[in-house]
């Protein structure tokens, strides 16, 4: 299985500041004959499923703030929020669908300073 | 509106049998695989399994099959995953969600829809 390895586990941001959320797989997954790296972001906020907010590495699902935005390619990626609000606090996971089974980083936890 | 319902929280002691339910409505159900996703108290999440709600072809996770058997009926529009004999160790948070289809690239690439999850307490 591909291990996802996020860091850091916990981060304490001020309102209106950027956080920035890295992922890091144990091998490649991007797949060079589509161009696409084969990675998303969820959100879970506290008491509430998981929330699809990013796909193929750096597509914004419907209806998701443009303050929200990912990158990277290959083993390495970044969630960034460029102005943090309190509604974002939450727990953030990446997720592979490269391979089956698709495996989840073990989160990142994002707080108000 | 879009939503997958799933059915309440469970108590069951080792041994016993269950199965719970992910209802979905708003769309056609068998357009969509269904996932299912686990989360034990305070951790992340596991991807258990998936299932073609058209012809029940079903994927595990290496890890647990064997142990849990997921299903679908499409007249009900309803997807289970369910237990022949529980473990204190399936004490977890279950979450069903659809599935996001790219014909053009033949890969599933997110989980779109998720239901509101099922807690399943085992304990003697």
């Known amino acids: 299985d591909i291990v996802m390895t996020q860091s850091p586990d916990s981060l304490a941001v001020s309102l209106g500041e950027r956080a920035s959320i890295n992922c890091k797989s144990s091998?490649?997954?991007?797949?060079?004959?589509?161009?696409?790296?084969?990675l998303a972001w969820y959100q879970q906020i506290p008491g509430q499923p998981p929330k699809l907010i990013i796909y193929w590495a750096s597509t914004r699902e419907s209806g998701v703030p443009d303050r929200f935005s990912g990158s990277g390619s290959g083993t390495d990626f970044t969630l960034t929020i460029s102005t943090l609000r309190a509604e974002d606090v939450a727990v953030y996971y990446c997720?592979?669908?490269?391979?089956?089974?698709?495996?989840f980083g073990g989160g990142t936890k994002v707080e108000i300073k | 509106e879009v939503q997958l319902v799933q059915s309440g929280a469970e108590m069951k002691k080792p041994g016993e049998s269950l199965r719970i339910s992910c209802e979905g409505s708003?769309?056609?159900?068998?357009?969509?695989?269904i996932a299912w996703v686990r989360q034990m108290p305070e951790k992340g999440l596991e991807w258990m399994g998936r299932i073609d709600p058209s012809d029940s072809y079903t994927n595990y996770s290496p890890s647990l099959e064997g142990h849990v058997t997921i299903s679908a009926d499409k007249s009900t529009s309803t997807a289970y995953l369910q237990w022949s004999s529980l473990k204190a160790s399936d004490s977890a948070m279950y979450y069903c969600a659809r599935l996001q289809w790219s014909g053009e690239l033949g890969v599933f690439y997110g989980m779109d829809v998720w239901g509101q999850g099922t807690t399943v307490t085992v304990s003697s």
């Open positions: 708003g769309y056609r159900f068998t357009n969509y695989w």
């Open positions: 997720q592979q669908y490269y391979t089956t089974p698709p495996t």
């Open positions: 091998q490649t997954i991007f797949y060079s004959p589509k161009n696409k790296n084969y």
